[in-house]
């Protein structure tokens, strides 16, 4: 996958630019930065939003994805 990070030399956090996937659209997915990812979730869940991606730890970042009741997609980022 062709994908460039995007360094903001440490002031909140960082960013990516990739392609889309074969047969797939372009999308932007702005995400938040947060202490507790999953009790974030769980409030958005209680405010009608659901969960896309939950909890998910990778070497480089712990994030997680939530729709809002419109169907919108925005990310979580368990600060660091």
Do not use: K, W
């Not at 903001?8 to 990812?37: C, K, L, M, R, W």
């Not at 009790?39 to 809002?68: C, K, S, W």
């Amino acid at each position: 996958m062709n994908y460039g990070i995007v360094d903001n030399g440490g002031e909140g956090i960082n960013g990516g630019v990739g392609e889309a996937p074969e047969g797939g659209s372009g999308h932007v997915t702005f995400y938040i930065q947060v202490p507790d990812i999953n009790q974030h979730l769980g409030t958005i869940e209680q405010a009608g939003g659901r969960t896309v991606l939950p909890h998910t730890e990778t070497d480089m970042v712990t994030f997680a994805l939530f729709a809002d009741p419109e169907g919108n997609v925005v990310g979580l980022v368990e600060g660091y």
